[in-house]
Every structure is written in structure tokens, then in C-alpha cells.
């Protein structure tokens, strides 16, 4: 089976694709491997949606949210399912929803204007409904409709085609790991630092050691020429794509993807080692 990790933007093109990861599970004697494959890049939404629709057996992590927090969709009454507030959004166009979630903002005491999820709370995550700066808001129009489109299955949210799986991950879960909430990368020059260079090496060398193994139960094969391309990209978007596929394969050693049974499946999941220690 094949296995993706995906870093997303709201807006892709030739400067900032979605970038894919691709790898597989393998046993070496007694121990699981995870084999780095390939990168791919997406330039634009028809490509992506292309992945989507492609056959076969796949699990794919994506990094972005897929779903909303539960006050905002009871609050604007959006319906009682994932699909009845995603096809809702999906009817929107960019705008509308941009529109519509600032005038909720603006109506909510402060403190109480971009809501959470559970999990969002759990791995320190921002607002699914953030629309600036980092717009993981913007991500969620763009995104979630195209995977009810593409009818995949997307656990604890929605049962589509049961080959084709998508899991919400987060990579700066598996980051933090190696160096704690420190920086990493930046889209801007100005912002790009040797600091952040040193972090992404850190990084690497975690996931290429017998560490690795112990936090998610395999070995991260990664050739020394790949690994240095991670390391001198100070995007980080083709490291955050591995992060991702490395959470997405451990989802995939999992029950149940490593969800618990008793999550909110109208706010859905993050899949991460972490959290399945840590939730209640």
C-alpha cells in the first residue's frame, strides 16, 4: 500500500506547490521501515485533485484542517455531519466564507472570536478558522470540499471509498520531538535564518535515528542526498511533506489509524503518536 504526506496551501503555483511525499512499510528481518520513495509537487488544484481520484490502495496525510470546530458549526447552524457543513462551504465561494467567518468573529466577545477544536487544544494547533497570517481557515475551503468531491474516506469524519484514506496530520508534532516549539523554516527570505538551517539538521538526524524507532515504531530510510536537500530548503515544505508522511505511516501501523473511538467526529482528528497518549 502506498503511503503520502502532504504539505498544503490555500494557494499553490510554480513558487509554492503542494508538496507530496510518497513512501511505503516494509519489514527488514523483525523491524518496520519506512522507504522514502519520491517527491511530487503540485502546482495547481487540478493536479491535486487528480491525486485524489487516483486508484489503487493509498493512506495519505494532509497537513491542514480538514474540519471545524464544533461551536462554529452549531453556532451558524451548518448542519449535523461533516458533509453537511463541507457541502455547504463548498457552495460558498472564497470570499463568502472569508466573509462569513469575520462577521461571526466580529459579533464574539474577545477571548471568544476564533474557536478550537478538542484537538486543537491537545497539540497546541491554531484556530481552523484563522484567516490571515498563517490561513489554515483559507486551507479548510480549499481543501475539504475538493476530499468530499473526490470521495475518499477521511476517519472519524467520513466513510467514502474505504481504499482511498485521508488522515488530518500535523508536522510540527513530529518536530517538536527533536527541537521543542523552535523555528524551523519560513517562506520569507528575511525570515530564513541559519538558526532555522541547524533546527531542520536536528530534524533529520532525529528521524534518521534508532530514536525514530522507538517514538513511532519504524526506521525512516532517507538517503544522505535527500536528507541535505531537506536541510538546505528553508521553506521546509518538502521536510514538512515527510513529517507528514512519517505521521501518515504510523497511522497506518494503527487501530483505527490511532484515532480514539470516543473523539468528536464532527470536528474529526489529528493523527499523531502523541496524542493518542495524551487524550482522555
Request: glycine share 6%.
Amino acid at each position: 500500500m502506498k503511503i503520502y504526506g502532504l504539505d498544503f496551501t490555500s494557494a499553490p503555483s510554480k513558487r509554492k506547490p503542494i508538496t507530496c511525499a510518497e513512501g511505503k512499510i516494509e519489514l527488514e528481518v523483525k523491524d518496520k521501515i519506512l522507504v522514502w520513495q519520491n517527491f511530487y509537487q503540485y502546482p495547481n488544484f487540478a493536479e491535486f485533485e487528480a491525486f485524489l481520484c487516483q486508484s489503487g490502495q493509498w493512506i495519505a496525510g494532509m497537513d491542514f484542517p480538514i474540519s471545524q470546530p464544533r461551536k462554529l458549526i452549531e453556532n451558524l447552524q451548518w448542519g449535523n455531519t461533516w458533509a453537511d457543513y463541507v457541502d455547504r462551504v463548498a457552495s460558498m465561494t472564497k470570499q463568502e466564507f472569508v466573509d462569513t467567518l469575520t462577521e461571526y468573529s466580529r459579533q464574539r466577545p474577545l477571548g471568544d472570536r476564533e474557536h478550537k477544536r478538542a484537538v486543537d487544544k491537545l497539540c497546541g494547533a491554531i484556530s481552523p478558522m484563522k484567516l490571515y497570517g498563517i490561513p489554515v481557515g483559507k486551507m479548510f475551503f480549499e481543501g475539504a470540499p475538493r476530499l468530499l468531491k473526490a470521495g475518499v474516506s477521511i476517519p472519524p469524519c467520513y466513510q467514502g471509498d474505504r481504499d482511498r484514506v485521508v488522515l488530518e496530520v500535523y508536522p510540527a508534532l513530529v518536530a517538536r520531538q527533536w527541537i521543542g516549539r523552535q523555528s524551523y523554516k519560513s517562506d520569507l527570505k528575511q525570515n530564513q535564518s541559519v538558526a532555522n538551517q541547524t533546527a531542520r539538521q536536528t530534524i533529520v538526524n532525529g528521524i534518521r535515528s534508532e530514536q525514530q524507532q522507538q517514538i513511532y515504531g519504524f526506521k525512516v530510510i532517507l538517503p544522505d542526498c535527500d536528507a541535505e536537500t531537506l536541510v538546505r530548503d528553508p521553506t521546509g515544505d518538502k521536510l514538512d511533506a515527510l513529517l507528514a508522511l512519517i505521521q501518515a505511516a504510523w497511522g497506518s501501523t494503527q487501530p483505527n489509524y490511532g484515532i480514539p473511538a470516543n473523539c468528536d467526529r464532527l470536528e474529526g482528528w489529528i493523527v499523531d503518536r502523541s496524542l493518542q497518549e495524551t487524550y482522555d
